[in-house]
């Protein structure tokens, strides 16, 4: 039993949300490599008689590798969008009921895992660092704080669809009370809370708007630095794609 009637919509979700997911493995397995510039490339004579211009080269040269190489923080964020990437990929075709609670308590952990990096003090540069940066972290945490209560209300909301359509015999009622019970018992929490998916579903809506615009914008723009512009591109994407994914997801928990 999947989440919307379309089965097309489904499948198209899940794809997305799978090659998402694929996208954050690649990331977190990705190796610290430094291209091919293994070393600063300055002037032998320059950086032998140690002046200023062989010293501020090699330093710079040094910070340019440092924000290419990935750090274990990184690593961990892209670990944990890819699991709530698989998350969501599951919650589509409400697979895994038995584990609820444990993918609650975990996007729980990675929500307050991002809240950690995004008021860290500034000193702690393996954490969000810059105001884009605390503010991705801060929007990162709000995410998987939000896929926690999806799991949890549309647990609720298709238990209650369940009712609805099982029937009143005694046996009807025993069973689905047994599968309400079983392993979900805080989503009796998120009862009755069309509002509060209606206001989640402005909220991602308004988020990958936002990310759009970025993205469009991105490719207007010409970069000239060592950053890989295909990637930001590519997060700026993926951001959109969840967003608007988050936002159907909380659309069917409106009625």
């Not at 969000?128 to 896929?147: D, F, N, P, V």
Request: net charge positive.
């Amino acid at each position: 039993m999947s989440v919307f009637a379309i089965p097309a919509m489904t499948w198209a979700l899940t794809v997305v949300l799978l090659a998402s997911g694929a996208w954050h493995t690649i990331q977190t397995l990705r190796p610290a490599h430094t291209g091919r510039a293994g070393r600063p490339r300055t002037d032998p004579g320059r950086a032998g008689r140690g002046t200023q211009l062989g010293r501020s080269s090699a330093r710079f040269q040094h910070s340019k590798r440092a924000q290419l190489r990935p750090s274990w923080a990184d690593r961990t964020n892209q670990g944990l969008h890819a699991l709530m990437h698989l998350l969501m990929a599951a919650m589509l075709w409400n697979a895994a009921p038995a584990t609820t609670l444990a993918q609650i308590l975990i996007l729980a952990a990675a929500a307050l895992w991002f809240t950690i990096q995004a008021v860290a003090r500034p000193h702690y540069r393996t954490f969000c660092s810059g105001t884009t940066g605390r503010l991705k972290c801060t929007y990162h945490a709000a995410t998987m704080a939000a896929a926690a209560i999806m799991i949890a209300m549309m647990t609720n909301h298709t238990t209650t669809n369940t009712q609805a359509t099982t029937g009143s015999t005694p046996a009807a009622a025993a069973h689905t009370h047994h599968a309400t019970t079983t392993g979900t018992g805080t989503a009796s929490v998120f009862q009755n809370t069309p509002a509060l998916a209606t206001l989640l579903t402005i909220a991602f809506a308004a988020a990958a708007t936002t990310f759009l615009i970025l993205l469009l914008r991105h490719r207007t723009q010409t970069t000239h630095t060592h950053h890989h512009p295909t990637n930001t591109r590519t997060e700026h994407g993926l951001e959109a794609a969840g967003a608007t994914t988050m936002a159907l997801m909380f659309a069917t928990m409106t009625t």
